[in-house]
């Protein structure tokens, strides 16, 4: 006999579906997967085919910011809802609907989780664990305080708290879709090929909780599902045939791990392979300033007007970025961006090289940016930037191999493991540099550096095009 009324509310949710006109094939059914500590699921009972639907529902059972126009309490602040953005107005609409005992939503509403992982429910300590991951300066827990204050607090929602509306709002942030929005009479047959659900926020897109539709789970790549819509009606479709007994996933994005526990709540290892650390690019460039970071380089350091000129270079160039993501090296593209090598190249290029370039168009190919020392300067970057992680990868994965650690804990571990990973892999990758330094602001002294790899003696570039070989 269960205590929580899981069961009773699954049930509860299935027939009021099917009053919605919702409708959902027989060979599709919504399970408990608390033992996989996934909450609901959706399963396959029976065997799917590529492109055959799972389930359809209509718009009328959508929950977004058209809905409000049949509420009539929030028909006096229909203004103030349509002017906010998407996200806070659905806050609004569903806390709204969630105090009215006869919303017609509520057992859909009942449904939704009253505890979540996302990283705006976790205490300081918990979020300690993520040492120096940047998704902590992401969560935006004070600014979206600071808009519950300012926009919902005046609309006098009966149960409006802050707490609420976070639970809410992050209930939004990994429950939601991005839908088109349904046409008029008029406008029919503009859009009627366009079943793809849109994500990149254009103006014909409005935010929206489908119910079902958001009782899928994901898992990185296993994604066998997606949305597709029309202007009637939305439609889960199979993008892959799919056996009896597996699970229905939708596909949330390629989303690193740590965006992953920022935004759902949860981290797996399917979710590795997008991993990312995050470079900052003023700490990045407080380093060229400095004398003790590159030692050993034979690197003065840079003045401000020069830092600042090359930076406008970049900028100029379009290269030039607040913050580079470093991630494994995939078929879409390298682990070490062209963009940070780039910027890498304008910093060490010498004067006379430096000039030729502000006089050219367009910026050197991958392979040439990619020089002995822009590698070694990369080495050190990377190093330091591991550095202020308080543990090393062996420790986490000691700590990740022991197992038995607090689950919010072990997913922190997991997130900051997999930025030191992706660091390790980019100072592997950057250690393999071997492009000329030829045209590098290399100090003018004879000396020898990149040991083991083709030494040669190191000569301040004049930008003589009749430099010979060395070697
Ligand atoms: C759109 S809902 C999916 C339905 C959800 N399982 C439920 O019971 O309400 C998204 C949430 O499901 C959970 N989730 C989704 N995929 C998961 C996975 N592969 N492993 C663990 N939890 C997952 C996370 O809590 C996430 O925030």
């Known amino acids: 006999m269960e205590v929580d009324g899981f069961e009773a509310k699954t049930n509860l949710f299935l027939s009021w579906l099917s009053q919605m006109g919702v409708i959902m094939s027989a060979k599709a059914a919504l399970v408990d997967l608390r033992t996989g500590a996934r909450g609901r699921g959706v399963v396959a009972t029976g065997n799917f085919d590529e492109d055959e639907v799972i389930f359809a529902v209509p718009r009328s059972a959508v929950l977004n910011r058209n809905t409000i126009s049949s509420t009539k309490s929030m028909r006096p602040v229909q203004q103030e809802i349509f002017d906010m953005p998407s996200w806070l107005a659905l806050t609004a609409i569903i806390l709204e609907e969630s105090r009215r005992p006869d919303s017609q939503w509520a057992p859909y509403l009942a449904l939704l989780p009253r505890q979540l992982d996302n990283l705006a429910f976790w205490s300081d300590a918990e979020l300690s664990e993520l040492q120096a991951s940047k998704v902590v300066d992401k969560i935006g827990k004070s600014s979206a305080e600071e808009m519950f204050s300012s926009s919902i607090a005046p609309l006098g929602i009966e149960n409006y708290s802050i707490q609420e509306c976070h639970r809410v709002a ?56 997606r949305l597709c819509c029309d202007n009637e009606k939305l439609e889960m479709r199979a993008i892959k045939s799919i056996i009896a007994g597996e699970e229905i996933f939708n596909d949330y994005g390629q989303l690193p791990r740590s965006d992953l526990l920022r935004r759902y ?52 160039e379009g290269v030039f970025e607040e913050a580079y993501d470093i991630s494994h090296p995939r078929p879409e593209g390298p682990g070490i961006p062209d963009a940070l090598l780039a910027l890498f190249y304008l910093i060490l290029l010498d004067k006379q090289s430096l000039q030729a370039l502000y006089d050219s168009d367009g910026l050197p190919s991958r392979s040439k940016l990619t020089t002995e020392l822009v590698g070694q300067v990369l080495v050190i970057v990377f190093q330091l930037r591991e550095n202020e992680y308080a543990t090393s990868l062996e420790d986490d994965e000691a700590l990740l191999a022991a197992g038995n650690l607090p689950h919010r804990m072990s997913m922190a571990v997991q997130v900051r493991h997999g930025e030191k990973a992706v660091l390790r892999a980019a100072i592997r990758d950057a250690a393999t540099f071997t492009g000329s330094n030829k045209r590098m602001r290399l100090e003018r002294k004879q000396t020898s550096i990149g040991e083991g790899k083709g030494k040669r003696p190191i000569q301040e570039s004049t930008g003589s095009k009749k430099k010979g070989r060395s070697r």
């Open 265 to 316: 709540g949860y981290v797996t290892e399917n979710y590795k392979a997008f991993d990312v650390a995050e470079i900052c690019t003023k700490e990045l460039l407080s380093l060229f300033r400095s004398k003790e970071a590159f030692q050993g380089l034979n690197l003065n350091p840079l003045s401000q007007e020069d830092l600042e000129n090359r930076t406008e270079l970049a900028e100029r």
């Open 170 to 225: 992050s209930i939004i942030m990994s429950y939601a879709f991005d839908i088109p929005e349904e046409t008029s009479q008029e406008d029919e047959g503009v859009g009627e090929d366009d079943d793809l659900v849109s994500d990149d926020g254009e103006e014909t897109t409005i935010l929206s909780m489908i119910p079902l539709a958001d009782m899928l789970n994901a898992d990185a790549d296993r994604n066998n599902a």
